[in-house]
T-cell receptor, first 117, second 115 residues
Framework: AQTVTQSQPEMSVQEAETVTLSCTYD???????LFWYKQPPSRQMILVIR??????QNATENRFSVNFQKAAKSFSLKISDSQLGDAAMYFC??????????????FGTGTKLQVIP | DGGITQSPKYLFRKEGQNVTLSCEQN?????MYWYRQDPGQGLRLIYY???????QKGDIAEGYSVSREKKESFPLTVTSAQKNPTAFYLC??????????????FGPGTRLTVL
């Protein structure tokens, strides 16, 4: 079974600085998808960024980017120019790329990010 | 605006009562999901449905039941058989297609507390 590990329960960053959140996963598959979700104090899960394993290029969404290391099974999230609104719980998630039928999404336990003014 | 709505936002239940959590989506998604979130844990899948009138158990289905009579709606009933129902419940939906298009999108959640 696939597992997703977020080894940093909490992190903090100064406003306008850059922070990197770590995520590792365990799988024997070659085709899969990886996601980062943000859960602010409102508790609604918001998709931040997603990566397809067959793409070598790292995904980027404005101030958010990933460092996808397939051989190392690592999928870290970098937040540049951190803003107060970035303070939230961040979850890393994995989904198999098998076609057809339901593919379970496995979530990590989350990293709580604090942004210091 | 397209999205997923959940109601109520907060729900209180007495022991021995069944309660139903509502989830509605107007994204025209085929697939819908229910997750439970406890402090310090990730999301755990309760039930999922890939198509109307069909649903499957997830990892922690005991004490829960669902129905999928309409594409837009996927209500979750927490029964008295659920021994520890106090938690935050999240509903999600996705297009149901393989690939990145099957990204799950979430509703705002319901906080259930057993008194």
């Amino acid at each position: 079974a696939q597992t997703v590990t977020q080894s940093q329960p909490e992190m903090s960053v100064q406003e306008a600085e850059t922070v990197t959140l770590s995520c590792t996963y365990d799988t024997s598959e070659s085709d899969y998808y990886l996601f980062w979700y943000k859960q602010p104090p409102s508790r609604q899960m918001i998709l931040v960024i997603r990566q397809e394993a067959y793409k070598q290029q790292n995904a980027t969404e404005n101030r958010f980017s990933v460092n996808f290391q397939k051989a190392a099974k690592s999928f870290s999230l970098k937040i540049s120019d951190s803003q107060l609104g970035d303070a939230a719980m961040y979850f890393c998630a994995y989904r198999s790329g098998h076609s057809g039928g339901y593919q379970k999404v496995t979530f990590g336990t989350g990293t709580k990010l604090q942004v210091i003014p | 605006d397209g999205g997923i709505t959940q109601s109520p936002k907060y729900l209180f239940r007495k022991e021995g009562q069944n309660v139903t959590l509502s989830c509605e989506q107007n994204l025209n998604h085929d697939a819908m999901y229910w997750y439970r979130q406890d402090p310090g844990q990730g999301l755990r899948l309760i039930y999922y449905s890939q198509i109307v009138n069909d649903f499957q158990k997830g990892d922690i289905a005991e004490g829960y039941s669902v129905s999928r009579e309409k594409k837009e709606s996927f209500p979750l009933t927490v029964t008295s058989a659920q021994k520890n129902p106090t938690a935050f419940y999240l509903c999600a939906s996705s297009k149901g297609l393989a690939g990145v298009k099957d990204t799950q999108y979430f509703g705002p959640g319901t906080r259930l507390t057993v008194l």
